[in-house]
């Protein structure tokens, strides 16, 4: 391609929009344009990008024996009501877009297929010996995220990779999963990024495992934590860890004491002269179910710790049925505002004690007749304890009342430990490790490229999606399913190659294997000779630009580094000896080779 005929614009300044450096390069090197939040154009440089990468996963997905399949993007509501997740997307959550059409039925955007493909498992498997079966597609997905940014990092249009298969039994989905994993490691690896599989939280769902694929970049949005002996990585989400020992208490006898100022554990503790794993600290959160229901949960914790939000949220999940829900659709540090709507008076802030009295909630209002019920508020709170407070002795905590706190407490003596024992804190970098507690927990940063997740039955028995086994006997599906962000991983790749003078595209999904510059378009000898490089270049399958803009040499030099191709070609002055110079973007290294030397030698850098 000759870029004097491309829609090829680049800008010098970095736009405003744009907070990392991949959303920055990518707009100054023409490679995208903003339409609107998180909906972007892909140019024609991008598209080339976003195809090699499409290329290599369907190579690997086809290579695993998943067949390729397109489905609608346009989906009904009813699917997604028999799955029971439409009010949780296109309301709680909110992710889903949706629309009424003229027949007045509910439709959403696919922002995920499990739905789709399920209804269609459900019609068409009927025995066993259609099984295993595995189904991809490459495809636009919709999501309203809360806050869409950077980029194709996180678009409410997007390009991904998805994948579902179905098993007569786990075994089966075992063995599918693994492929998947490796499948999904030779995709990274080929399109040149450094990567770690990580332990990923499989939500509420439960399953038997999830894994993640975190391509490692400071800009990343997860943290993953992992040992250096290479055995353990995991989302922070996910993450489990042993918590420091705790010290002795220096408190030998119950007492309330006056401590003002003291309403966090850092004040507090250098207050009363004591370690943090001495306190046992109580964390209000506010939940609110799906069918309305709000519950106020006090969650008692080791001092030093902290609880990790997405282990509380699957607790919770877990509990819905004690509420008469199905699942969870917030859950909050409750802020005044929303303290104000069930608080019967102000709560005691920084010095809240595990056994906070029930009357803090306001009792239930006789509703009016006829008045349709607000939300409903649970009159006691859940309580709960976190596995590091258990055995906690002679612990400090709150006494319930502002700027005083009791020393010398005791499970079973000054307060009762709930009857729920949990894990929910939040594994930290330094913890020890599970598996060797000599590994200490290191911290790292990723983007999410790839998530694989052995669903079991969730959407097969919701639907009703069963098969006949071999017994004759009818059972439910027990499924997969499986997704690449191709579109973020195209700008991951970027967020993790770049230079101060613009992107280092892999070679395998660069756009351009090689761009030919001619300094000087008037000089007749330097546009033949790229010409004829140019032709040739192409001939032998080296996809390659001519850059024959009547530009000034040092504005293509400079647009060459910003896109970022491979190999530059130059045919400047060396021309007179029968030579060009070939740069490598990458070292910016820079040799002459003999004029018939550069095709052989190109073809052998590429290849490797
Ligand atoms: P995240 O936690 O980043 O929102 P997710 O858990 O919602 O991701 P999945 O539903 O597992 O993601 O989707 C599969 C893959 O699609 C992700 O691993 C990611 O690479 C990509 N992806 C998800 N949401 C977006 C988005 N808004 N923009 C671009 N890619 C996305
Ligand atoms: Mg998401």
């Known amino acids: 391609m000759r870029l004097s005929q491309m829609l090829f614009v680049t800008l010098r300044e970095d736009p405003a929009e744009a907070e990392i450096p991949s959303h920055k390069l990518l707009l100054r090197a023409g490679y995208i344009r903003r339409i609107a939040s998180g909906v972007y154009a892909y140019l024609p440089l991008m598209w080339r990008v976003l195809q090699k990468v499409s290329k290599i996963v369907r190579e690997e997905m086809n290579a695993t024996g998943a067949m390729e399949c397109l489905l609608p993007q346009l989906q009904p509501a009813d699917l997604w009501r028999e799955s029971g997740r439409w009010d949780t997307y296109t309301k709680a959550?909110?992710?889903?877009?949706?629309?009424?059409?003229?027949?007045?039925?509910?439709?959403?955007?696919?922002?995920?297929?499990?739905?789709?493909?399920?209804?269609?498992?459900?019609?068409?498997?009927?025995?066993?010996?259609?099984?295993?079966?595995?189904?991809?597609?490459?495809?636009?997905?919709?999501?309203?995220?809360?806050?869409?940014?950077?980029?194709?990092?996180?678009?409410?249009?997007?390009?991904?990779k998805d994948a579902y298969s179905f098993h007569p039994d786990e075994e089966s989905l075992k063995q599918t999963y693994q492929d998947m994993h490796h499948a999904y490691s030779n995709i990274l690896r080929r399109c040149g990024l450094k990567f770690r599989a990580v332990d990923a939280d499989s939500g509420a769902i439960g399953g038997s495992g999830s894994q993640e694929f975190m391509v490692l970049a400071d800009a990343g949005e997860d943290e993953i934590l992992y040992t250096d002996d290479g055995k353990y990585a995991a989302n922070v989400e996910k993450a489990v860890s042993l918590p420091p020992d705790s010290s002795p208490s220096p408190f030998k006898t119950y007492e309330k004491r006056e401590t003002p100022g003291t309403e966090t554990i850092e004040k507090m503790c250098s207050f009363l002269k004591c370690s943090p794993t001495c306190v046992v600290?109580?964390?209000?959160?506010?939940?609110?179910?799906?069918?309305?229901?709000?519950?106020?949960?006090?969650?008692?914790?080791?001092g030093d710790q902290d609880?990790?939000?997405?282990?509380?949220?699957?607790?919770?999940?877990?509990?819905?049925?004690?509420?008469?829900?199905?699942?969870?659709?917030?859950?909050?540090?409750?802020?005044?505002?929303?303290?104000?709507?069930?608080?019967?008076?102000p709560l005691p802030l920084g010095y809240i004690a595990p056994n906070l009295p029930d009357s803090y909630i306001r009792p239930a209002q006789p509703q009016p007749l006829g008045a349709k019920a607000i939300s409903q508020?649970?009159?006691?709170?859940?309580?709960?304890?976190?596995?590091?407070?258990?055995?906690?002795?002679?612990?400090?905590?709150?006494?319930?009342?502002?700027?005083?706190?009791?020393?010398?407490?005791?499970?079973?003596?000054?307060?009762?430990?709930?009857?729920?024992?949990?894990?929910?804190?939040?594994?930290?970098?330094?913890?020890?490790?599970?598996?060797?507690?000599?590994?200490i927990l290191e911290s790292a940063r990723g983007i999410e490229i790839g998530h694989i997740f052995q669903l079991g039955a969730k959407y097969s028995k919701a639907m009703g999606a069963t098969y006949t086994n071999e017994q004759g006997e009818e059972m439910p599906l027990v499924m997969g399913c499986y997704g690449v962000g191709v579109s973020r991983l195209a700008q991951a790749a970027v967020e993790q190659s770049f230079d101060k003078d613009g992107i280092i595209w892999p070679v395998a999904i660069a756009p351009y294997q090689?761009?030919?510059?001619?300094?000087?378009?008037?000089?007749?000898?330097?546009?033949?000779?790229?010409?004829?490089?140019?032709?040739?270049?192409?001939?032998?399958?080296?996809?390659?630009?001519?850059?024959?803009?009547?530009?000034?040499?040092?504005?293509?030099?400079?647009?060459?580094?910003?896109?970022?191709?491979?190999?530059?070609?130059?045919?400047?002055?060396?021309?007179?000896?029968?030579?060009?110079?070939?740069?490598?973007?990458?070292?910016?290294?820079?040799?002459?080779?003999?004029?018939?030397?550069?095709?052989?030698?190109?073809?052998?850098?590429?290849?490797?």
């Open 377 to 439: 508020v649970a009159p006691k709170f859940l309580r709960m304890v976190d596995k590091t407070a258990v055995d906690l002795k002679n612990f400090a905590t709150g006494a319930n009342e502002a700027g005083y706190h009791v020393v010398g407490a005791n499970w079973g003596k000054e307060f009762d430990l709930p009857e729920l024992v949990v894990d929910v804190r939040k594994a930290k970098v330094g913890d020890r490790a599970l598996h060797d507690p000599s590994q």
């Open 307 to 345: 609880v990790n939000d997405v282990k509380l949220q699957n607790e919770l999940t877990r509990l819905a049925e004690r509420y008469g829900a199905k699942t969870i659709l917030s859950l909050v540090v409750p802020d005044p505002t929303e303290q104000e709507k069930w608080a019967a008076k």
């Open 93 to 160: 959550e909110g992710i889903m877009f949706s629309l009424v059409d003229r027949q007045e039925r509910e439709m959403g955007l696919g922002p995920t297929h499990e739905e789709v493909i399920t209804a269609i498992a459900r019609d068409m498997i009927r025995s066993y010996r259609q099984l295993p079966l595995n189904l991809y597609q490459i495809q636009t997905k919709f999501r309203d995220e809360i806050r869409p940014r950077f980029g194709l990092m996180r678009g409410r249009e997007f390009i991904m």
């Open 281 to 302: 600290k109580n964390v209000l959160y506010q939940a609110i179910y799906d069918n309305g229901m709000v519950v106020l949960v006090l969650v008692s914790i080791r």
């Open 514 to 608: 090689a761009i030919v510059i001619i300094p000087n378009i008037n000089d007749v000898e330097q546009v033949k000779a790229a010409e004829t490089l140019y032709t040739e270049l192409n001939h032998a399958g080296i996809e390659t630009l001519l850059d024959d803009r009547d530009e000034r040499a040092g504005v293509k030099f400079k647009d060459a580094d910003l896109i970022g191709i491979p190999y530059r070609i130059v045919t400047g002055k060396a021309l007179k000896e029968g030579k060009v110079e070939v740069v490598e973007r990458a070292s910016k290294e820079t040799q002459e080779l003999p004029l018939v030397e550069v095709i052989p030698t190109l073809k052998q850098w590429i290849e490797k």
